[in-house]
């Protein structure tokens, strides 16, 4: 079974706090996803990568950075936390590589992590 | 702009009977559609994956259906349990963009 794991199941930060949210895969997928999903707006991509190092905007790539040094883990980085990106923050992660297309496949998600900024 | 819909945003309904939740999507040229499942306080799950070239497909109680010409798929639940209830989200991957592009879901209820 794939299983994604998130650092932290539920977040309090302030304003301006940097804040990692952290996301590990187990089966050697080429690509991981970081979503956020709000009530009524289903889920908006904010940055995903086909291979190491690589990344890619989504729709809403403003405010956050990515970071993925190992295939297994994609970290997402608030750089300075704000209310308006209070949210559940989904990380997901599918097999195929560059090329193929990253939503070729199913993708598997991890259980979210619930940040709330004050 | 390449949209998916899902309506109603919520149901409920008693246990035992069988139901349809529906998604559309505003462009007829995509590459698959997915259906997930969301459990409170969980990840999505995934349920069933339609290719562009198919027409359905099935799992256990489930059977989702593509009509890629009226911009609609169907998600068949039969003889529901109460443990189906949950958020069924739909997603679909267009042709020019290999992205996936989420419906809000539907909020399911069984009652016993």
């Known amino acids: 079974d794939v299983k994604v794991t998130q650092s932290s199941r539920y977040l309090v930060k302030r304003t301006g706090e940097k804040v990692f949210l952290e996301c590990v895969q187990d089966m050697d997928h080429e690509n991981m996803f970081w979503y956020r999903q709000d009530p009524g707006l289903g889920l908006r991509l904010i940055y995903f990568s086909y291979d190491v190092k690589m990344k890619e905007k989504g729709d809403i790539p403003e405010g956050y950075s990515v970071s993925r040094e190992k295939k297994e883990r994609f970290s997402l980085i608030l750089e300075s936390a704000s209310t308006n990106q209070t949210s559940m923050y989904l990380c997901a992660s599918s097999r195929y590589g560059a090329g193929v297309g990253p939503s070729t496949d199913t993708q598997y998600f991890g259980p979210g992590t619930r940040l709330t900024v004050l | 702009k390449q949209e998916v819909t899902q309506i109603p945003a919520a149901l409920s309904v008693p246990e035992g009977e069988n139901l349809v939740l529906n998604c559309s999507f505003t462009?007829?040229?995509?590459?698959?559609l997915q259906w997930f499942r969301q459990d409170p306080g969980k990840g999505l799950t995934s349920l069933l994956l339609?290719?562009?070239s198919q027409r359905e497909q099935t799992s256990g109680r489930l059977n989702a259906s593509l009509d890629k010409s009226s911009g609609r798929s169907t998600l068949y639940i039969a003889a529901s349990q109460p443990g189906d209830s949950a958020t069924y989200l739909c997603?679909?991957?267009?042709?020019?963009?290999?992205?996936?592009?989420w419906g809000a879901g539907t909020k399911l209820i069984i009652k016993p």
């Open positions: 462009d007829s040229a995509i590459y698959n």
């Open positions: 997603a679909v991957s267009f042709d020019s963009n290999y992205q996936l592009i």
């Open positions: 339609i290719q562009s």
